[in-house]
Every structure is written in structure tokens, then in C-alpha cells.
């Protein structure tokens, strides 16, 4: 028996001898969940077992091997790019570094304005920034994506702006065809962050592949987990050169590269342009390899879990929330949930909710709370230059809770359970119906 069904039965049993079961009626036992929302992903064993073999030879960085087809992190590069469908792929230490060379491997000049959801993680903006641009926001809608029609004034309002870098937060696409006919037609260059859709495809085929040139994540809380670690994939050869060579392969080392192009394409750039060591370990990548082999299997636990989670919510609270819709032509990887209160639901009120899950073993995240880091008004190193008030208004009700794999499927039930009783609490006494 889980140990949040023990807690409440246990509990019950406490209040109905104490007080009798009437009291059970005008004090209902609350749901207390005591597992870790953030459990990582483990490693599998053979990932640790090669891990620990490399640190036994002393060889964790990815050069120091004879040639490529000896190179762990050239495996894993070959096994990243089998599974996006990419011709090429530079392993890096994050994904935050894969986000910064694929703009500047795109020509991102110093000052150069880049178009970027408002709705993102800091790590956007500040990748964006960390390559010399300045990020101009668009306009992120309900559904948690790029808003089409916001993304085509803004191309009118910035005649200027060469690059488009959108985000599938958490895994969620927008219309991509949408955006790069609007892309198309105002000559500017389409880039992807899919740090959070490795497993999304659009169309029938993986994320990344409408614009230029993606990045993807391994860090921990993301579908491969190697604490941190990243990669640029992409099907342009002069992109793929230029990204080694930043991230450090120097003096011919790309020799040591699968995925990259061949030697007319790197000429002389390793004497052009500066070597950043940006590189992902062996370690890292040993770590990783197993995981790829499982992605297709975790994505359809994800996505059971999720379907249950969100066929309960709108069941039960449908009225007071309503869930993110997938973007027709997406095939999606729910590795966590998000949902959107209802806008009559007061300030206070949400505080309440959060104050009743976190209490309750249940930490949720609010987007727009002011501490949160996936909110544009906390970015003051990269600040927005107009109002976004649709993307602050979805903030201001939108959570996010993680689903983590290695919870039994019994958990999942008494998350239903605290999101629910949390806003029955929340509510409790006031105009809004629970």
C-alpha cells in the first residue's frame, strides 16, 4: 500500500475514534502525498556501468580516443541524431550552450533582435543575451505556445529582426507550419528549442526540423538525464562545423566527430573563430546512451499518466480550470501537467491553492508568480520593451506540476485528489463555486 493511502486511512481512523464519524463530515480528511515531486529520471544500469569503466581509464574527455568510432560521445551523437532524424549533431555540456552557438552559428550579429516566446524559461533570454542579441518578445497564448497572430504583427513592428527563436515550453507545439510561413515571408531565419520536446513530433516527424537549426536538453528534469548536458541538431553542414569548432574542436579534432561534415566544410574555421570548450564529457554521454533506447516506451507511460490525470481534473474541477490543448498535427511527450485557473478565481485564492498543495506533499508552480524564473517580469537582464498582457494574464493562473516516472500509478491518483481538495480549501467560504 502506497504510503499516502496508508497516511490516510491512518488518519481517518485517528479523527473518527477522537471525534466520531460525524466530525469526518465538517472535517474531511485531507490527501498527503510523501513522495519527491522532483524524482529524476534514474540512470539505467549500464549507463552507470560504462560511466564507472570510463572513470576507471581516466578517459572522460570525448577526444582522448583514438579516433571516432572510439569515442563514446560520437556514439551518442550517432544515437541522437538516429532518433530526431538530423544529419548532424554536436554534443555540448547544456543545452543553455546549444541555444547560444545555434544563433550565433545561424550569423546572430552583436545587437541583432531575436523574436522569442514571452512564455519561456530564463534560459532563453539569457542564451539569447549570452550570444550578443536582444530578445523581443511575442506573445504566448492559453494553449502555453507562441501566439501565431501576435508572432506576425511583431515581424511588421521589427522590419529589422533576422532570427525567430521559439520554444516548445513543456513539450508544446505551436502551429509550426504557421510560423514559418510567417517566418518565410519576412525573411527571417526559424530556430527551435526543444529542450522540453525531445519525443514531441510535428506532422509525424520529431521536433526540430521546421526551422534551421534545434537544440535539446539533458538535463535532469528533461527526457534524457544527465544532470546537465546538450545538443545541436540540425541538417545544415556549415551550422554543424561551426558548433564543433566553438565547442572546441580544435587542430583538426573534428576528425573525432560522426555527425559533422566533412573537411571542406571546416577549411580554416578552427583559425576563424574562438574555441568556447563548450564540449560534453564522456561521463555525461555514457549516461545518456541507454536512455535513448527508452524514450518511445517512457513517452507512452507519460502520456497514460497524463491522460488519466486530466480526464479526473476536468471530471472533477472542469469548471473552476481548463487544461492546455495540444496543437492539432503534434504528437506529444506529457511528461508534466499544466492547467489554467479560471480568471474568477481571485489572487488570494490561488495563493490559498498553492499554500494547500504545498502543505499536502503537492508543490505546485504558479508561472506567474513573482520568484518565478519562467516569468518575463523577473528578466531584468533582458527586459521587455512593450506590454504583454495576454502572456501576463495566462501567467498569472497558469500551474505546473511534474509527473514523475518512477511514482506508482496510485500516486497519481492522490495527486487528483490534493489538486482537488486544495481548491476545494482554496475556495471554501467564498463566492466561487467548488
Known amino acids: 500500500m502506497p504510503a499516502t493511502r496508508f497516511t490516510k486511512l491512518a488518519l481517518a481512523a485517528v479523527v473518527t475514534l477522537a471525534a466520531g464519524t460525524n466530525a469526518l463530515l465538517t472535517n474531511p480528511v485531507r490527501t498527503v502525498i510523501t513522495r519527491d515531486i522532483k524524482t529524476p529520471d534514474p540512470v539505467p544500469q549500464s549507463g552507470i556501468d560504462e560511466a564507472v569503466s570510463l572513470m576507471s581509464t581516466g578517459r572522460m574527455y570525448r577526444y582522448n580516443v583514438k579516433d571516432a568510432e ?60 549570452h550570444a550578443g542579441g536582444k530578445a523581443v518578445y511575442v506573445e504566448s497564448d492559453y ?18 529582426v533576422k532570427y525567430c527563436l521559439i520554444s516548445h515550453m513543456r513539450g508544446k507545439l505551436a502551429d509550426m507550419d504557421a510560423v514559418k510561413d510567417a517566418c518565410d515571408r519576412h ?40 544532470g546537465e548536458g546538450g545538443f545541436l541538431i540540425t541538417d545544415d553542414a556549415e551550422v554543424a562545423a561551426k558548433c564543433a569548432v566553438y565547442a572546441g574542436a580544435y587542430e583538426g579534432l573534428a576528425a573525432k566527430h560522426t555527425t559533422v561534415p566533412g573537411p571542406e566544410v571546416f577549411a580554416d574555421l578552427p583559425n576563424q573563430i574562438p574555441n568556447y570548450s563548450l564540449r560534453m564529457s564522456a561521463v555525461s554521454a555514457a549516461i545518456i546512451r541507454p536512455q535513448i533506447l527508452t524514450l518511445n516506451e517512457r ?100 500551474c505546473d506540476v511534474r509527473l514523475p516516472l518512477m511514482w506508482d500509478d496510485e500516486d497519481f491518483e492522490d495527486m487528483v485528489d490534493v489538486l482537488c481538495e486544495s481548491l476545494d480549501a482554496a475556495l471554501a467560504e467564498d463566492d466561487v463555486m467548488a
Open 187 to 226: 525573411d527571417v531565419i526559424l530556430l527551435e528549442d526543444c529542450a522540453h520536446s525531445l519525443g514531441v513530433e510535428w506532422k509525424g516527424t520529431h521536433s526540430g526540423h521546421v526551422g534551421k537549426v534545434a537544440a535539446i536538453s539533458a538535463q535532469s528534469y528533461k527526457m534524457i538525464n544527465s
Open 299 to 398: 513517452r507512452e507511460k507519460y502520456n497514460k499518466r497524463y491522460a488519466f490525470v486530466t480526464e479526473q481534473l476536468v471530471e472533477r474541477k472542469g469548471h473552476l480550470l481548463s487544461i492546455p490543448v495540444n496543437t492539432p498535427g503534434m504528437t506529444p511527450v506529457h511528461d508534466s501537467l499544466q492547467f489554467n485557473l479560471n480568471h474568477d478565481i481571485t489572487d488570494e485564492q490561488v495563493q490559498k491553492f498553492l499554500d494547500e498543495t504545498a502543505t499536502h506533499g503537492l508543490p505546485v508552480e504558479l508561472f506567474g508568480h513573482k520568484s518565478n524564473a519562467r516569468n518575463f517580469i523577473n528578466w531584468k537582464f533582458a527586459p521587455a520593451d512593450q506590454p504583454l498582457p495576454l502572456t501576463a494574464k495566462m501567467l498569472s493562473r497558469a
Open 143 to 160: 494553449n502555453h505556445c507562441m501566439d501565431v497572430e501576435d508572432l506576425e504583427k511583431k515581424l511588421v513592428e521589427y522590419p529589422n
Open 70 to 129: 572510439s569515442s563514446i560521445v560520437s556514439k551518442c551523437e550517432v544515437e541522437i541524431a538516429e532518433y530526431t532524424g538530423h544529419k548532424y549533431c554536436v554534443a555540448l555540456n547544456s543545452c543553455g550552450s546549444a541555444i547560444m552557438l545555434m544563433l550565433k552559428c545561424a550569423g546572430l550579429q552583436p545587437g541583432d533582435e531575436v523574436l522569442s516566446n514571452a512564455f519561456t524559461f530564463g534560459a532563453v533570454p539569457s542564451a539569447i543575451e
